[in-house]
């Protein structure tokens, strides 16, 4: 069973506004993810990182940022946060051994 | 580039076998993975193929042609709990270690 956390779960929050999505992992795992994933639709790559003080842009183009200062803590921020950024965000951490990527519960945002 | 395809949607019957494949082009292929995802949860981890041939787990296998660039997802006894996304994704190591994803299989089991 992987032990990785995001918070917040469900969040409706008004255009503008700043957000931190955060995401943990217990598992000691090097690399993390960040994916967007609209109902229905498929996993899109936004972030990527190797470990700490490593962070990479995915495929999607983002107008989020992440950060990597703890091995366990992989943050995502939307600066100011528009409706299109609608969406279900999933973090994912990744073994050494098998590469198998477990996944976060997901974050559902709403931007009204 | 890196390409991976996969049927949008698939029904089949409860009790039935159901083949799901996958087709991909990725240069430094490492691996292929199959993933499933319920409706409005995050995706869980099926199978992870490196070798050619077939890996059976219970009632779901998966088998990986490398030269081909194939690969599918065999569901054996099919259950109504069985509806959901099967995600193939290929772990590709061109300017290090990713994990790509298609576009995922709707698959609906009906009684």
């Known amino acids: 069973e992987a032990d990785i956390y995001q918070t917040p779960r469900y969040l409706v929050i008004g255009t503008g506004k700043k957000i931190t999505l955060e995401c943990s992992q217990t598992?000691?795992?090097?690399?993390m993810y960040w994916y967007q994933q609209d109902p229905g639709m498929e996993l899109h790559l936004i972030h990527y990182?190797?470990?700490?003080?490593?962070?990479e842009k995915g495929d999607l183009s983002s107008e989020s940022t992440v950060s990597r200062i703890r091995t366990e803590h992989f943050p995502l921020t939307l600066e100011s946060a528009r409706p299109s950024h609608t969406s279900q965000y999933l973090c994912?951490?990744?073994?050494?051994?098998?590469?198998?990527?477990?996944f976060g519960e997901g974050s559902w945002l709403t931007v009204v | 580039g890196q390409n991976i395809d996969q049927p949008t949607e698939m029904t089949a019957t409860e009790g039935a076998i159901v083949q799901i494949n996958c087709t991909y082009q990725?240069?430094?292929?490492?691996?292929l993975f199959w993933y499933q995802q319920h409706a409005g949860e995050a995706p869980t981890f099926l199978s992870y193929n490196v070798l050619d041939g077939l890996e059976e787990k219970g009632r779901f296998s998966s088998f990986l042609s490398r030269s081909k660039g194939y690969s599918y997802l065999l569901l054996k006894e099919l259950q109504m709990k069985d509806s959901a996304s099967y995600l193939c994704?290929?772990?590709?190591?061109?300017?290090?270690?990713?994990?790509?994803f298609g576009a995922g299989t709707r698959l609906f089991v009906k009684a």
């Open positions: 994912a951490s990744e073994t050494g051994t098998g590469n198998t990527i477990y």
């Open positions: 994704a290929v772990l590709n190591n061109t300017g290090g270690f990713k994990t790509i």
């Open positions: 598992m000691g795992h090097d690399k």
């Open positions: 990182s190797y470990g700490v003080n490593s962070t």
């Open positions: 990725t240069s430094g292929f490492n691996g």
